[in-house]
């Protein structure tokens, strides 16, 4: 990226640099705010490659997917880099085309990919089969070395999840269980709910115990302060009342 702005003057350069920072910033904990920065750095600097591709991520964040596929497609014929392929087919997908994802899953691209690129295009490829109610072709897509292998990558917890969520809406459940276990143990960063998903297998519900306290607090604050004075009240009554007339056997 550096080096493409280069090309730019520096104080334009300089510009478009904190822009496109506060796009990687943001992009998964506010994504409105990562595209509202990604459409001034695209302002900027549109014939900068580095730009169309943040804009790009910034519009698919926000499901923007015809606005992120055409950015994608810039980028892409700015540099003739394949590593997009991916994200545009899943794009299509979020377009409602998922045979059109299908497609380029199929294309000549997918083999220029690295590693982790195929193993994206492969959950893109189960996803659109899902898509199309092609839910046992889905699992048969996701089934890969990559899936049985017992090394953890980056793309590991992902694909395990994939896989599990699939077989558990294909009603196999002991399976699903499995290997949302096995995600779950490749899973360091917390990138699926696989831990969750889990727990909801086995029966597990979870207390939060922060809410408990803020419900009895509220308990006690509707119960408020003239509750009690009128507890003291009644007691007071209660003494000042004349005492009951008695029985002449003794029995109050």
């Given amino acids: 990226m550096r080096q493409e702005l280069m090309s730019l003057p520096k104080t334009l350069a300089d510009d478009v640099a904190r822009n496109l920072v506060m796009v990687a910033r943001l992009i998964d904990e506010d ?18 490659a580095a730009v169309r591709e943040a804009a790009g991520f910034a519009a698919y964040a926000n499901q923007k997917y015809a606005e992120g596929l055409a950015e994608f497609r810039a980028a892409r014929r700015m540099t003739g880099n394949v590593e997009l392929w991916p994200v545009m087919a899943d794009c299509e997908r979020g377009l409602g085309r998922p045979e059109r994802a299908l497609a380029m899953a199929g294309e000549s691209e997918v083999q220029k990919l690295d590693k982790a690129g195929q193993v994206e295009m492969r959950l893109v490829a189960a996803g659109a089969r899902r898509d199309m109610g092609q839910l046992d072709a889905a699992i048969v897509t996701l089934q890969s070395p990559e899936l049985a292998s017992h090394s953890v990558h980056p793309w590991t917890a992902r694909l395990r999840y994939a896989y599990a969520d699939a077989l558990l809406e294909a009603g196999r459940e002991s399976e699903a269980r499995e290997w949302f276990a096995r995600a779950n143990e490749a899973d360091k960063d917390g990138t699926t709910d696989a831990s969750d998903r889990l727990a909801e297998l086995d029966g597990i519900e979870f207390v939060d115990a922060m809410e408990d306290d803020v419900a009895a607090e509220d308990d006690a604050a509707a119960d408020g302060p003239g509750d009690a004075e009128g507890d003291v009240r009644g007691e007071a009554e209660a003494d000042d009342a004349p005492d009951a007339p008695r029985r002449a056997d003794g029995e109050g």
């Fill in 31 to 48: 994504p409105e705010g990562a595209y509202a920065y990604s459409r001034v750095a695209l302002r900027l600097a549109s014939r900068v």
